[in-house]
């Protein structure tokens, strides 16, 4: 269709690359299976027998090589972040009983939110809470929890 071949889309800066030869024994991220060249090793030292290590025990990430000013200057937004998914999730929850004509437990909802924020964050995600539209479309559907 465009009749250009993939090394000549690389050299016009159309694709992305070329990329430096990775070591699979210290990527981030999930990898059972990593090749190197031509040979394949299969990486077992890490946690759940891949390559993943939590980011505090990979010894190329050291608390000491945070820097805390740059930390530091995000907390306003952080509070911000907090504050607004708080917000959220007691309006949502007050939505849901109207909505669905049963008692909440707000306490445990902040629960629920904040400790999966926990492991989002954790894991590199987003900041989440429930879904109205979709808490009112399961409990149409016959749902009882």
């Given at each position: 269709?465009?009749?250009?071949?993939?090394?000549?889309?690389?050299?016009?800066?159309?694709?992305?690359?070329?990329?430096?030869?990775?070591?699979?024994?210290?990527?981030?991220?999930?990898?059972?299976?990593?090749?190197?060249?031509?040979?394949?090793?299969?990486?077992?030292?890490?946690?759940?027998?891949?390559?993943?290590?939590?980011?505090?025990?990979?010894?190329?990430?050291?608390?000491?090589?945070?820097?805390?000013?740059?930390?530091f200057e995000?907390?306003p937004g952080?509070?911000?972040?907090?504050?607004?998914?708080?917000?959220?999730?007691?309006?949502?929850?007050?939505?849901?009983?109207?909505?669905?004509e049963r008692?909440?437990?707000?306490?445990?909802?902040?629960?629920?939110?904040?400790?999966?924020?926990?492991?989002?964050?954790?894991?590199?995600?987003?900041?989440?809470?429930?879904?109205?539209?979709?808490?009112?479309?399961?409990?149409?559907?016959?749902?009882?929890?």
């Amino acid at each position: 269709f465009l009749r250009i071949t993939p090394d000549d889309a690389l050299t016009r800066g159309y694709l992305l690359g070329p990329f430096p030869e990775m070591n699979p024994t210290r990527r981030f991220g999930f990898f059972l299976d990593s090749s190197v060249g031509s040979t394949t090793q299969t990486v077992t030292h890490g946690l759940f027998g891949t390559s993943f290590d939590p980011l505090l025990t990979h010894p190329d990430v050291l608390l000491s090589k945070v820097r805390w000013d740059v930390v530091f200057e995000q907390a306003p937004g952080a509070v911000a972040v907090f504050g607004l998914s708080t917000l959220g999730v007691l309006l949502i929850t007050s939505a849901v009983e109207m909505s669905t004509e049963r008692d909440g437990d707000a306490n445990d909802e902040l629960r629920a939110a904040g400790f999966a924020n926990v492991l989002s964050g954790l894991g590199g995600g987003f900041v989440g809470y429930h879904s109205l539209s979709s808490t009112q479309i399961a409990y149409g559907m016959g749902s009882a929890s």
